[in-house]
Structure formats: structure tokens, C-alpha cells
């Protein structure tokens, strides 16, 4: 194992085992201020446009760490509540291991992640008919998950390239749930595990090398 892949699996691990400020501070650094050594010097920043339709800001950050393998680290965030107290306010980490068909940072892929999400949501249609008591509950908890993907990389340019991404997987949530949506009234603890699409993402990328 290189240097530069025991530094992101420890980024991994931090994003498990730590508060989510601590892991994405941890990550960050890692990331940026740590020499990159191997086979190759490539890394992308990227953001998710699906995300900022539901006014998610978001960043991704990959590295190569092999001839045809790199990590990706997502991180999500949406601290907004609207009108009639409507949410998805949430902060979510999905750390992923791709394998490109040809070469990293161009056509398919095929890859696993993890996901965590803390979440506080209410007054929410979600698609696909997926968790409909959100509808009219409000839930706070947290949801723990993996998938496996599939993705196109698109290249425009040197730098710049469009990326597709979805995946499908399992899901564990453990929630507190509020019968109203305003006045919060309690209701108990629910637990649920669920088959859904675990990441879908159409992203804007700027390769580095």
C-alpha cells in the first residue's frame, strides 16, 4: 500500500468514527496539504448540480490511487428550513472506491461507497414514493448505508469535464418522530431499513494533475 492510499484510508476512517466537523476538517487537510506520491498525481474537485436543486451545497474531492482505481469523498450539507416549516436539512458524508473500464478521469466506471447522513426532515415529497410519512411527519435521526455505483465521465477538456453518476443500495435509519409539523409533538423512535438509490449525482469537474 502506497503512502498516499494509507492517507486516504485514514480520511475514511475518520469520516466513520468521528463528529462529522472533525472528519471533514480531517479530510480537508489531507487532501490539500499532503504531497501526493505513486503512479499518479491526479485529484478532481467536483459539485453535484442535482444537489443545488435542492439547495444542497456541496463538494467532492477524488484521487488516484492506482492504474485504473481512486477514492472519492462527498460531502453534503443544507442548513435551510422554508415555508410551512418544509426541511431536508441535513449534513451528509459518502466516501466511494471507483474502477474506471479504461483509465481514471475518462469514460465508465463502476465503483462501492458508504454513506452517513444526519438529517432532520419534514413536510417532504420525496420521488419515487420512498419514505412517504414525511409527507406529514418531521423526522431527526441519523441513516447509515452502502451502495454500489455506476458512472460516465465525459471529457470537454484538460480540465474541465462532466460527470454522471447513480447508485442503488440499502439503508439503516434511526429517527425521533414528530406528528405535527409545526408544534412538534412527540411521537417515539422509528427504525427502518430501506432499498433506494443511494447516490445520484450530475456534477461539473475540474481535473488537476
Not at 18 to 46: E, T
Not at 130 to 140: A, H, P, S, T, V
Amino acid at each position: 500500500m502506497t503512502e498516499k492510499t494509507e492517507k486516504l484510508f485514514l480520511c475514511v476512517f475518520a469520516v466513520i468514527g468521528k463528529k462529522w466537523w472533525r472528519a471533514v476538517a480531517g479530510c480537508m487537510a489531507l487532501l490539500l496539504f499532503f504531497p501526493v506520491d505513486g503512479i499518479a498525481q491526479d485529484m478532481a474537485v467536483k459539485t453535484n448540480a442535482i444537489g443545488w436543486a435542492t439547495v444542497s451545497p456541496n463538494l467532492a474531492f477524488e484521487y488516484r490511487v492506482a492504474r485504473k482505481w481512486t477514492l472519492d469523498l462527498s460531502l453534503s450539507y443544507n442548513p435551510f428550513t422554508f415555508g410551512d416549516n418544509k426541511k431536508w436539512r441535513h449534513v451528509a458524508v459518502q466516501p466511494e472506491a471507483r474502477y474506471w473500464l479504461c483509465a481514471p478521469f475518462g469514460g465508465h466506471f463502476v465503483g462501492a461507497h458508504l454513506l452517513y447522513m444526519h438529517y432532520n426532515a419534514g413536510n417532504v415529497h420525496m420521488p419515487f414514493g420512498l419514505w412517504k410519512q414525511l409527507r406529514d411527519y418531521r423526522f431527526q435521526g441519523n441513516l447509515y448505508g452502502g451502495g454500489l455505483v455506476y458512472g460516465y465521465h465525459h471529457i470537454i477538456n484538460r480540465r474541465w469535464s462532466i460527470e454522471g453518476v447513480i447508485g442503488l443500495g440499502f439503508a439503516h435509519t434511526c429517527s425521533k418522530y414528530y406528528r405535527c409539523r409545526h408544534c412538534g409533538r412527540y411521537q417515539g423512535i422509528q427504525k427502518k431499513n430501506i432499498f433506494m438509490p443511494t447516490k445520484l449525482s450530475l456534477s461539473v469537474v475540474y481535473v488537476i494533475d
